[in-house]
């Protein structure tokens, strides 16, 4: 599967068919695109954000749980 990515920095790209939406974990990102809902965190002591793509389709609390559960997981 081809896919044009978003973003640079990329430590893992993720698609969701349920939430219908893509997600990011990135390092030290600097880049903020309009089409994305975005939360930092700390792990580790580098800066990596959460960068979900808020589409149409995509429910308000779906993608506030996707950022939730991935913020959890350090």
């Known amino acids: 599967m081809k896919r044009n990515l978003e973003f640079k920095n990329i ?3 993720g698609t969701s068919s349920t939430i ?3 997600y ?3 390092l030290n990102n600097k880049i903020k695109k ?3 809902i975005y939360r930092d965190t ?3 002591d580098r800066k ?3 960068a979900i ?3 149409e389709k995509s429910s308000p609390s779906n993608l506030e ?3 939730n559960s991935i913020q959890k997981l350090k």
């Open 53 to 55: 793509k808020s589409g």
């Open 11 to 13: 430590i893992l790209f």
């Open 42 to 44: 700390i792990i580790d």
């Open 34 to 36: 309009n089409d994305f």
């Open 20 to 22: 219908e939406t893509d």
């Open 24 to 26: 990011y974990l990135l």
């Open 65 to 67: 749980f996707l950022l």
């Open 48 to 50: 990596i954000t959460i």
